[in-house]
């Protein structure tokens, strides 16, 4: 499984709201912890899947995995 750098998840925007897209990661993690308490900033499949999150693809591999992932979880 290829390892998801912090950029990757926030790079098209806020994984829980559609209207905040940051510059830094910096500015996601204080985005994450002020606008929304008790979530992760960088989701486990088990929160993928509780929170019903789209994580943006990094590659067609990746793709494949997040499939793979969700099937295991059902």
């Known amino acids: ?7 990757d998840y926030w790079r ?6 559609s209207d905040y897209k940051p510059k830094t990661t910096h500015d996601y993690e204080v985005h994450i ?10 989701p486990g499949p088990a ?3 509780l929170y019903g999150l ?5 590659s067609i591999e990746d793709n494949n ?10």
Do not use: F, W
Request: hydrophobic fraction near 20%; charge should be positive.
């Open 1 to 7: 499984m290829k390892i998801r750098k912090p950029s």
């Open 12 to 17: 098209n925007g806020c994984l829980y709201c």
């Open 33 to 42: 912890v002020t606008r929304h308490p008790g979530k992760p900033a960088y």
């Open 47 to 49: 929160d993928v899947k």
């Open 54 to 58: 789209k994580l943006q693809e990094t």
């Open 65 to 74: 995995i997040e499939k793979n992932l969700h099937k295991c979880c059902e």
